[in-house]
C-alpha cells in the first residue's frame, strides 16, 4: 500500500498544480486500501445498485407467485425466505447503503472539507458489507435455507431457523458495525470539519439529515445488535429472554426490535427529506422555503420517533393507556412531516420551474410520500389498526414510502449529482422515461395493495383466496413492469459514466447553491484541500 | 503561500474529530450494553 | 389578472385530482372487487369501520388540498410560460398556521380514536368464555362453560388444492384457503370473552367481520370479547408469521340463533361423551 496516494494533509501543498488528482495505480490500491471519500462513495453506490438489483429479483419470485392464487412456483417455505431476505437487502444492504454512499460524496464537498474526518475507519465501514451480504444471502443456499421468519425476526418462531441462524446474527452484527462506524464518521467530520464560515445553520438540507440521521444511528444500531445476540443466546445457549417457559417474554423481543425499528424507518427517509431539500429549489431558481423550520421539524421528527415504536405492535396486548400513548404519540409525527410538505411546496410556489429529471423525482416524491403518510396516519389510529396490522394495508403504506419515497429520492439524487461525480450528462431521455415507467408501474404495484388489506387479506401468506386474485394480478403486473424499468435506470447510470460524450459543467443546472457546485465536474480526487471561503452568496438560505 | 498554519489547522480539526469520534463509540457500546444489562437484570 | 388566473388554474386542478381520486376510490368496486373494509356484524366492527371511514375521508381532503395546491404550481410557475421565481423564502406566520392546523385536526381524529379503543378493552360482563390456542398450523377451541373441545384445521379440499403442483384450480374449491373441517360455533347477541393463546410461536386470531385480530403468544393469555349481533358465516385467517403453513391456518365462526346454539352444544356434548366412552381422544 503506497502511502503518499491515501495522505491527504500536510503534504498536499504540492499538488495545487496538479489539482491533487493522484489517484493511485493499480486496483487494489485504488479500490482496496482507498480512504478518499469519493472513491467509498462510489462503491458504496455500486454495492447499493447491486443489492436493489438483488432485492427486486426476490420481489419478483414473490409478485410472481401471488400472480394467481394457487401455488405455482415456490414451496411456502421458500416463499418466507424471499419475503425475509427482500426486506433485509432492501433495507440493510440497498436504502442505507446507498444514502452512505452520497453522504460519503458530498458530506465533505458541502461543508467545504477535504476528506471525511477518519478516512481509514471509512475504508473499513465499506468493506464489512460485502463480507455481511455474502454471508446473508449465502444461507439460501444452505441444507435448511435462509431465514424465513421475516426480517422482523420474532420469536419464537425465528428460533425454528435451521443452519443458517448464526450467520444471519453475524451478518447483522456486521451491517450494524458498519453503519456505527459510518454515524461516528459523519458525525464528527460534520462538527470537526467544516470550513471557515461554514456556521451549522448554513450547511445544506442534505447535511442537517444526514446529521440528525448518524445520531440515530448511533442510538438505535446497538439495540438491534442486542436484541439479536439475545436471540443468539436463546438459540445456542440456552437463556430464556424470550422464551415464556423459561420466565421470559416474547413480546420483549418486539418491544426492543421496534425500539431500532421505528427510528430505523425515519434513517431511511431522513436524507430522502435532504436531497429533496436540495433539488426543488434548484429546479424552481427560488431559496429553500422555511430553512430553520425545515431543520427544526426534522429534529422533531427524529425525537419522535424514539417514543412511537408500539404501534408496530398494536394488537399483542397492550395495556390500554400504553396503546393510547402512542396512539397519540404516532398521530403527532404527522404535524412535523406535514410543516416539511408545505415548506416544500412552498418552495416550488412562485417559483420558475422546469422538469428535469431529478425535478420530476422529487415531484414524484412529495406527491407519492404524502399518499404514503396518510396511510400511516390512517394506520396509528388504534381501534382501526386492528383491522390493518399485519394485512396488505401496511404493506402498501410501507412500500409507498419506501420505494416512491426513498428509493425515488435516492434516483432523483443520482440524476441530480452523477454529472457532478463524473463530469458527464446523463441522457435526458431516458431519465424521462425511467421516470415516468417507474412512477405509473410503481402505482399499479402499489395501490391496489390498500384494496388487498381492507379486504381482509394478510401479510406474507404465498397462496390466496380467490376474491383477492384481481388485484393480485394486477399488482404483480406493476411489479415486472418496475422491474424491468430499473434495467433502464443501470442503462442510463452505465452510459452516464462509461459513454457519454456529453461533459457537464461545473454548475451542472442553472444556478444550483451549494460548494460542490463550484468544484469542477468531476472534482479532483482530493477537493478544498485548502478550506474555500464560505460567503453568504454561496449557501442557499437568504434567511 | 504560507500553508503551515493551514496544515496546523487541520491537524488540530483531524485531533479534535479522532476525540468526537471516541465519545459516539463509547456512547453505542454503552447503549449496547445498557440493553442487554437491563434485560438480564430486568428479569 | 395574475390573482384570477391562479384561481381559475386552481379550479380546474381541483376538479381533475377529484376525478382522479373518484378513479382510484371508488371505480375499482364496480369492477365487483371488495376495496374497502367490512363494516362487520359486531359493534366493534361497527366503531371500527366508522373510524376508518372518518380518517379516511379526512385524508382525502388533506390530500386532494395539498395535491390540488402542488399541481396549480406545476401548471402555472413554469420557467417555460415566462413565469419569473418570486423571492420569498420564509415565513412565520405560515410556519405557526400550518402547525396549528393539523394539531387540531388530531385532536378531532383523537376522540372517536378513543372512545373506540376503551370500548375495545372493557370484556367485563361476558357470559361465556371460549379459549383459542394456536398451533403451528391450525387452532383450537375450547369452550370453558360448555366442556366441549376441537381442533379446527384447514378444510382437506383445500388443503389437496393448495399443494406446489396439485393440477387442482383454487376457483374450483368453495371458500378456498378459507374453509376449515370444525368451524368454532357461537351464539348470536351474547358477550362472549376469548381467552387467546398459543403453543408453539406466535399466532394472531383475526376475523374482519368481528371487527379486531389480537396475537396469539405462547406463555401468556390474551383477553378480547365480541358480540355478534348476525347469524351468518364468518371467515378469517392467521395474521402473524407462525412458519411455512401461516397461509393455511384459517378461521370460520358460525354464529347461531339462541336455540340453534344450544342444540349444536348438547350435539357435541353426546358427541364427545361417545368418543371418551369408546376410548379414543378427537
Known amino acids: ?543 | 503561500m504560507n500553508n503551515d498554519p493551514q496544515a496546523n489547522e487541520l491537524k488540530r480539526k483531524r485531533a479534535q474529530a479522532v476525540r468526537t469520534a471516541w465519545v459516539l463509540g463509547f456512547i453505542a457500546v454503552a447503549i449496547f450494553v445498557t440493553f442487554i444489562g437491563s434485560a438480564i437484570f430486568g428479569r | 389578472m395574475k390573482k384570477e388566473n391562479t384561481v381559475i388554474v386552481a379550479l380546474a386542478v381541483l376538479a381533475a385530482i377529484i376525478a382522479a381520486t373518484w378513479l382510484i376510490l371508488v371505480a375499482p368496486a364496480l369492477s365487483g372487487n371488495e376495496i374497502n373494509m367490512t363494516r362487520g356484524v359486531t359493534p366493534q366492527s361497527a366503531d371500527h369501520f366508522d373510524l376508518h371511514m372518518i380518517v379516511l375521508w379526512i385524508c382525502v381532503v388533506i390530500g386532494i388540498g395539498v395535491f390540488t395546491v402542488m399541481f396549480t404550481s406545476i401548471v402555472l410557475h413554469r420557467k417555460s410560460r415566462g413565469h419569473e421565481a418570486a423571492k420569498f423564502s420564509h415565513s412565520t406566520k405560515a410556519e405557526i398556521i400550518w402547525t396549528i392546523i393539523p394539531v387540531l385536526i388530531l385532536v378531532v381524529m383523537a376522540v372517536p380514536a378513543t372512545t373506540a379503543l376503551v370500548k375495545m378493552e372493557d370484556s367485563s360482563g361476558a357470559v361465556m368464555t371460549v379459549k383459542i390456542t394456536g398451533f403451528q398450523w391450525r387452532w383450537k377451541y375450547e369452550y370453558l362453560d360448555q366442556d366441549i373441545s376441537f381442533i379446527s384445521s384447514l378444510d382437506p379440499t383445500s388443503n389437496a388444492a393448495r399443494q406446489l403442483d396439485s393440477g387442482i384450480e383454487p376457483t374450483s374449491v368453495d371458500n378456498y384457503l378459507l374453509d376449515v373441517d370444525h368451524p368454532l360455533v357461537l351464539p348470536i347477541g351474547r358477550k362472549i370473552k376469548f381467552l387467546i393463546t398459543a403453543d408453539d410461536v406466535i399466532h394472531s386470531w383475526w376475523v374482519p367481520a368481528l371487527g379486531w385480530k389480537r396475537d396469539a403468544i405462547p406463555g401468556f393469555i390474551n383477553e378480547a370479547w365480541t358480540n355478534i349481533e348476525k347469524p351468518g358465516t364468518y371467515r378469517g385467517q392467521c395474521a402473524e408469521l407462525c412458519g411455512k403453513d401461516h397461509g393455511f391456518m384459517p378461521i370460520v365462526v358460525v354464529a347461531l340463533s339462541e336455540d340453534e346454539f344450544e342444540a349444536w352444544v348438547n350435539e357435541q356434548r353426546t358427541g364427545q361423551r361417545q368418543i371418551a366412552q369408546r376410548g379414543t381422544t378427537p
Open chain 1, 1 to 543: 500500500m503506497s502511502t503518499e496516494t491515501t495522505y491527504t494533509d500536510v503534504n498536499e501543498t504540492h499538488d495545487e498544480h496538479d489539482h491533487g488528482d493522484h489517484k493511485p495505480t493499480g486496483f487494489l490500491d485504488r479500490w482496496l486500501f482507498t480512504t478518499n471519500h469519493k472513491d467509498i462513495g462510489t462503491l458504496y453506490l455500486i454495492f447499493s445498485l447491486t443489492m436493489f438489483m438483488i432485492g427486486g429479483a426476490m420481489a419478483m419470485v414473490i409478485r410472481a407467485e401471488l400472480f394467481m392464487p394457487g401455488l405455482q412456483l415456490v414451496e411456502p417455505d421458500f416463499f418466507n425466505q424471499m419475503t425475509t431476505m427482500h426486506a433485509l437487502v432492501m433495507v440493510f444492504g440497498a436504502v442505507m447503503p446507498a444514502w452512505v454512499g452520497f453522504a460519503n460524496w458530498l458530506v465533505p464537498m458541502m461543508i467545504g472539507a477535504p476528506d471525511m474526518a477518519l478516512p481509514r475507519m471509512n475504508n473499513w465501514s465499506f468493506w464489512i458489507l460485502p463480507f455481511a451480504f455474502s454471508m446473508l444471502l449465502s444461507t439460501l443456499f444452505m441444507d435448511s435455507g435462509g431465514p424465513a421468519a421475516g426480517w422482523t425476526m420474532y420469536p419464537p418462531l425465528v428460533l425454528q431457523t435451521g443452519t443458517s441462524f448464526a450467520f444471519v446474527v453475524f451478518a447483522i452484527h456486521m451491517m450494524g458495525v458498519s453503519s456505527i462506524m459510518g454515524s461516528i464518521n459523519i458525525i464528527a467530520t460534520i462538527f470537526n470539519m467544516r470550513a471557515p464560515g461554514m456556521t451549522l445553520l448554513r450547511m445544506p438540507m442534505f447535511v442537517w439529515t444526514w446529521l440528525i440521521t448518524a445520531f440515530l444511528l448511533i442510538a438505535v444500531m446497538p439495540v438491534l445488535a442486542g436484541a439479536v445476540t439475545m436471540l443468539l443466546t436463546d438459540h445456542f445457549f440456552a437463556t430464556n429472554f424470550f422464551n415464556a417457559a423459561g420466565g421470559g417474554d416474547p413480546v420483549m423481543f418486539q418491544h426492543i426490535f421496534w425500539f431500532f425499528g421505528h427510528p430505523e424507518v425515519y434513517i431511511l427517509i431522513l436524507p430522502a427529506f435532504g436531497v429533496i431539500s436540495e433539488i426543488l429549489p434548484t429546479f424552481s431558481r427560488k431559496p429553500l422555503f422555511g430553512y430553520s423550520s425545515m431543520v427544526y421539524a426534522t429534529a422533531t421528527i427524529a425525537f419522535l420517533s424514539f417514543i412511537v415504536w408500539a404501534h408496530h405492535m398494536f394488537t399483542v396486548g397492550m395495556p390500554l393507556q400504553g396503546e393510547l400513548f402512542f396512539m397519540y404519540a404516532t398521530m403527532l409525527i404527522s404535524v412535523p412531516t406535514g410543516v416539511k410538505v408545505f415548506n416544500w411546496i412552498s418552495t416550488m410556489w412562485q417559483g420558475s420551474m422546469t422538469f428535469e429529471t431529478p425535478m420530476l423525482f422529487a415531484i414524484g416524491f412529495v406527491v407519492l410520500f404524502t399518499i404514503g403518510g396518510l396511510s400511516g396516519l390512517m394506520l396509528a389510529i388504534t381501534a382501526a389498526d386492528f383491522q390493518y396490522h399485519d394485512t396488505y394495508f401496511v404493506v402498501a403504506h410501507f412500500h409507498y414510502v419506501l420505494v416512491p419515497g426513498s428509493i425515488f429520492a435516492l434516483m432523483a439524487a443520482t440524476y441530480y449529482w452523477l454529472p457532478k461525480f463524473t463530469g458527464n450528462m446523463y441522457s435526458e431521455k431516458w431519465g424521462k422515461i425511467h421516470f415516468w415507467l417507474s412512477a405509473i408501474s410503481v402505482n399499479v404495484l402499489f395501490f391496489p395493495q390498500h384494496y388487498l388489506g381492507l379486504a381482509g387479506m394478510p401479510r406474507r401468506i404465498p397462496d390466496y383466496s380467490p376474491q383477492f386474485a384481481d388485484f393480485n394480478m394486477i399488482s404483480s403486473i406493476g411489479g415486472f413492469a418496475f422491474g424491468a424499468t430499473q434495467l433502464i435506470f443501470v442503462g442510463v447510470v452505465w452510459h452516464c459514466v462509461f459513454r457519454s460524450k456529453v461533459k457537464a459543467t461545473a454548475m451542472v443546472w442553472e444556478n444550483p447553491r451549494g460548494l460542490e457546485w463550484t468544484l469542477e465536474s468531476p472534482p479532483a480526487y482530493h477537493s478544498f484541500t485548502t478550506p474555500p471561503e464560505v460567503t453568504h452568496n454561496m449557501v442557499r438560505h437568504a434567511e
